[in-house]
């Protein structure tokens, strides 16, 4: 069966401090990967997707980025961390573009 | 701009009885959409998915139903138990194959 993992699960930081949150995706291979915010009182907002090792594409400009250095991982990284960069970090995986997805479990960032 | 929309926020039900959330979409005509749980601090977990040529869809005690007359799409939950609290998202495929959510509706079931 399928598994999808993040961490860390809750992450305090400091305003201007870098970040890196993991997303690795296990029992499945070539999946297409998404990271989501979901801010308070707010929807959920997609940030990055891939469909492919090295191919990230973005839905919206901020100061994070996203690489895909393996089939099954998926990493969300900042270099200075702003205070509206706060949120859930959900990280999701589908088989394809038409299929359901698969949430992990979230990391909750504060900023400070 | 093509919109998925949850109207309500909140619902509250009683114990047993049928919850019936809804879903709108506007200046959109999507392929199919999507029904999600959600638990506080906890990822949406997916429950049901119906394409726009089938007009219904059960799961055990979920029925989603889709109507493309009124771009609506309707989720219910029969004989609720106050475990079914949550809020539900709703949503559509995007052009690359990731999903736009609703903001979702927060259902309440009480004893």
């Known amino acids: 069966s399928q598994t999808i993992h993040q961490w860390p699960a809750t992450l305090v930081q400091p305003v201007g401090s870098p970040l890196s949150l993991e997303c690795t995706v296990e029992?499945?291979?070539?999946?297409?990967l998404y990271w989501y915010r979901q801010a308070a009182g707010r929807g959920l907002q997609l940030l990055f997707y891939?469909?492919?090792?090295?191919?990230i594409s973005s839905e919206v400009p901020q100061n994070l980025s996203a690489s895909r250095p393996q089939d099954r991982q998926f990493i969300l990284s900042s270099k200075k961390l702003l205070l509206s960069d706060s949120g859930f970090y959900l990280c999701?995986?589908?088989?394809?573009?038409?299929?359901?997805?698969?949430f992990g479990p979230g990391t909750r960032l504060t900023v400070t | 701009s093509q919109k998925i929309e949850q109207n309500s926020e909140a619902l509250n039900i009683q114990e047993g009885k049928t919850a019936t959330l809804t879903c709108n979409y506007t200046?959109?005509?999507?392929?199919?959409l999507q029904w999600y749980r959600q638990d506080p601090g906890r990822g949406p977990v997916f429950l049901l998915l119906?394409?726009?040529?089938?007009k219904e869809k059960r799961k055990e005690r979920l029925k989603v139903t889709f109507d493309t007359t009124l771009k609506q799409s309707l989720f219910h939950i029969t004989a609720s138990q106050p475990a079914d609290s949550a809020t539900y998202l709703c949503?559509?495929?995007?052009?690359?194959?990731?999903?736009?959510f609703g903001k979702g509706t927060k259902l309440s079931v009480k004893p």
């Open positions: 029992g499945t291979s070539n999946p297409n």
């Open positions: 119906i394409r726009e040529n089938e």
């Open positions: 949503a559509r495929g995007g052009s690359q194959g990731n999903l736009i």
């Open positions: 891939s469909v492919g090792i090295g191919q």
């Open positions: 200046n959109y005509s999507p392929a199919y």
């Open positions: 999701a995986w589908s088989q394809s573009r038409v299929y359901e997805q698969y």
